[in-house]
């Protein structure tokens, strides 16, 4: 028993149908037609009047769209394209030793500014550079500080010993520290 | 002695002739800025570049300012193309195809119906029906929408499988099909006198 949506594929009202489906798409070469048709739809060309018509007509069709003119590129456009596109290559790239490639310009996005991406990149590394130099000149004045309040009021009393003196400089360090990481995380 | 004549060798244009045939491998060249790879690849691919932009844009002053952008291009992007994703010529005729749909539609909005006739070259000594024929065809060729006239140009007119004209279009090929269905429909339809008189007549 055969199904009631089966197709007859040998049936000339089918190949009369996917013949002019075909001849819609392809047109009348058959060589660019679907290999699993081609086949069986030129032989009904050849067998059926109607099918014969349709051909001849998608034939005329092909001819008549192919009396639009070849297309000739005109002589000079090559040396025109060459000279006018390394010409400006080569303004663009005046750094001789960088590769012409994979440069990627920093400044491309926004003049004068970085780049959304590159900010957030430096950005840690910056802070950090900041806070080293922050601590530095905090130790610095700290240091100071611990001789020049007392001035002269001091050198009369004993002196301190070294290691007293270490760890009072050390209890500065340490705060210095703590605030200037606070500072840098403030800047974060 | 001949050691040392060996070693000379021009470091920009010395390309072997597996790399000259090679499009992949002119590209990378191009990249590091070797300028006698990239005439190789202008060279080669220029004719069908042009083709296409012409045939959709009607002009030859258009279809060189995309040809020449398209090079441009290919020049400036040439180390962002991968050829394992896709040939070079796909990529060269997506980017003149998205160029080309831009201007044209930029241009339909300045004048609507301003196609150049076809520019016939003397040495072709072409009727004057003939000329005429033709520019009626081209003329209907443009009034197609954007891609029913861009399947037909790639299929009938460049010659390209309908596979390639599915990956260019970036469509399937069932796709395609209906493009072409569609757009030879109605250029047949838009040219039916001019096929009727080259019909055969049983009588």
Redesign the interface.
Known sequence: MTDKFSVDKDSSKYKLQRLK?VL????ARSELWPEADRARLLEIISQDRRAHSLF??AK??????????D????EE??L???S???K??RSDNATPDV????VVPLFSNRQGRLPFKATRKILPTAALMAASLLIGVYIGYSDLSTISPLGDATTEVAVLEATEQNEFSNLLMEQSMEESLSFTEDLL | MSHEMTEIKPPIASISDDDRNNDSELVKQA???N?TA??IL??RH??QI??VA??MLGN?ADA?DV??EV??RL??H??TFDSERSKLTTWLHRITINLCIDRYRTRKLVAIDEVDE?V??GD?E?SIQ?QQ??AR??EK?HSLPDRQRLA?ILF??EGHSMKTVAELLEISVEAV?SL??RA??K??QA?KS??AA???HDE
Do not use: C, M
């Open positions: 489906e819609d798409i392809y047109g001849l007509e005329a069709f092909d001819s008549l769209i192919q009396t639009v003119p297309i000739k590129v005109p456009l090559n025109r394209i060459l006018s596109v390394l400006t290559e590769p012409r490639n994979n | 990249a590091n800025g300028e990239y005439a202008v060279e220029l004719k042009f083709s012409r045939r030859d060189e040809s020449q090079f441009l020049w400036k040439a180390g076809p016939i070259s072709q072409r003939e024929l033709s065809v081209e060729l037909i009938h007119y099909e072409l269905a030879r429909r250029l047949k040219l001019e096929l080259l019909l055969p």
